[in-house]
Structures are given as structure tokens and as C-alpha cells.
């Protein structure tokens, strides 16, 4: 009688534990649910950057021009990225200052404006000049050697007129001054200019632009970065924007 009460418990015991499984907790559900989600978190942000990198080499380089009305269904189409990161890029470039949204009306490209050229290089004015003295004094010895081959590649483009090496090099020392210069602040406000920067560039270069002048501007500042000299890397900044608004102002 008891060997058989025993055998009937521990059946009833192995038939609750198939019947009533072990409860997950909630933080186990939830990381579970997020390891599955994360897959399609990290692809929307990698296609919404390429996105913008995308969309915003079409309107620097005028593809797009100003005042060109956009459809996400035909950039999705175009780029071959769903209309999700295209929106979301859009609303970045609209942060930049590349392109307008406006209800009813969709969205443009924005119109290059000459006087707000002007006060944007106000701002660059003072950040160049900050962003170019932290990098003389914190750039580390492998950036120095960035900077030298450079200002080397700078002084090849003045002595050729290479507008495309020059171009290359100038993205390269923008990113390389926003890293040395170890501020994260100043070079995040650097960034939402450089895209007008370089479309209204772009835009004039060819029959305003002293290329050369630019070259060697944009070499001072790389090898006063090299040498450890802050104050002379400050003035090789103002020199350089000094030119740039002479440059813009004779677009007039």
C-alpha cells in the first residue's frame, strides 16, 4: 500500500512537471525579445546613415538641386533603401539645413542663399579657429602624421590645380581636425555645416575659386598642426576663412 501511494505521487509529480513548465522570469522574456529585435534596430540605423550619406552627396554635388520637390517613394527607389531610413535621413538633412520640410508642400531641397552663407562662416569663423588650436595642442602622433601627408597633398593640388585632390583632402582634413581637436561639442556643431559648406562650394568653384590659394591655406593650418604651434594654427584658421568669404562674397 505505501509502495504504491509512493509510486502514484511521484507520477503525479512527473506528470505536473511536463504540465506546468518552469515560468520564465520578465527580465528573461524581455532580454530574449530585444535580442530578437536588435538585428533590424542596428540594419534601420545602418541603411538611415547610408541614407543620408547618400542623399546628401546628391544634393552637395547638386544632383538635386535647390528647390528640387522629393518623394520618399522615388528615393526609396532610387537608393534601393526602404522608406523608413529615407525619411529618417530626411529629417536629418532637414537639421542640416539641406533641405526644407513644409507642410503641405512636402519636401525641397533648400535654396543656396548667399547672406546666410555669410553668417554661417561667422560661426566657422570661431570654431575653425578653437578646433584647429585644440588640435595643434592634443592631436596624437599618429594624427600628426595625418596631417603632415596632408599638408604635402594640399601643396601637390596648388601646384596642379587638382580640383578632385583637393576635394578628397579637404573632406579628409575636416574629419581629421573634428578628431584631433578632442571636442566633441564643437565639432557636432561643425558638422551640420559642412554640407552647405561644401554644396555652395561646389556650386561657385569653377569660376570663383583660386584653388591653389585654398590648397596652400588649408596646408598652413595642417602643418602648423604638425609643429605643436597653437596660436599659429589658430591664425592659419582665420586666414583660411578669410578667404573662403572673400570667395563667397565674389559670387556676387
Avoid: C
Avoid at 513548465?21 to 542596428?42: D, G, H, M, Y
Avoid at 544634393?59 to 520618399?72: C, D, K, N
Avoid at 529615407?86 to 531641397?109: C, P
Amino acid at each position: 500500500m505505501a509502495d504504491s501511494s509512493k509510486r502514484s505521487g511521484t507520477a503525479r509529480a512527473a506528470l505536473a512537471g511536463t504540465s506546468r513548465p518552469r515560468r520564465k522570469s520578465a527580465a528573461t522574456i524581455e532580454k530574449s525579445r530585444f535580442s530578437k529585435q536588435a538585428p533590424f534596430l542596428q540594419n534601420d540605423v545602418t541603411l538611415t546613415d547610408r541614407a543620408y550619406s547618400e542623399l546628401e552627396e546628391l544634393i552637395v554635388t547638386l544632383q538635386l538641386p535647390p528647390g528640387t520637390a522629393l518623394s520618399e517613394l522615388v528615393l526609396a527607389n532610387r537608393l534601393g533603401i526602404g522608406r523608413t531610413p529615407i525619411r529618417e535621413a530626411l529629417q536629418r538633412l532637414s537639421r542640416d539645413g539641406l533641405v526644407n520640410i513644409l507642410a503641405r508642400r512636402g519636401v525641397l531641397v533648400s535654396e543656396i542663399d548667399l547672406r546666410a552663407q555669410l553668417r554661417l562662416l561667422e560661426v566657422r569663423r570661431e570654431l575653425e579657429r578653437l578646433m584647429a588650436r585644440g588640435a595643434a595642442e592634443r592631436a596624437t602622433p599618429e594624427q600628426r602624421a595625418q596631417f603632415s601627408e596632408i599638408a604635402s597633398g594640399m601643396r601637390q593640388a596648388a601646384s596642379k590645380s587638382d580640383d578632385l585632390l583637393f576635394m578628397r583632402l579637404d573632406q579628409k582634413f575636416n574629419t581629421l581636425v573634428a578628431a584631433a581637436s578632442r571636442n566633441e561639442f564643437a565639432s557636432r556643431a561643425m558638422g551640420l555645416m559642412h554640407g552647405l559648406s561644401r554644396r555652395f562650394w561646389y556650386q561657385h568653384y569653377k569660376e570663383a575659386a583660386d584653388l591653389p590659394l585654398a590648397a596652400r591655406l588649408h596646408a598652413e593650418v595642417a602643418e602648423a598642426i604638425v609643429e605643436h604651434r597653437v596660436d599659429a594654427a589658430g591664425e592659419a584658421s582665420d586666414k583660411l576663412i578669410d578667404y573662403i568669404e572673400s570667395f563667397a562674397r565674389s559670387t556676387l
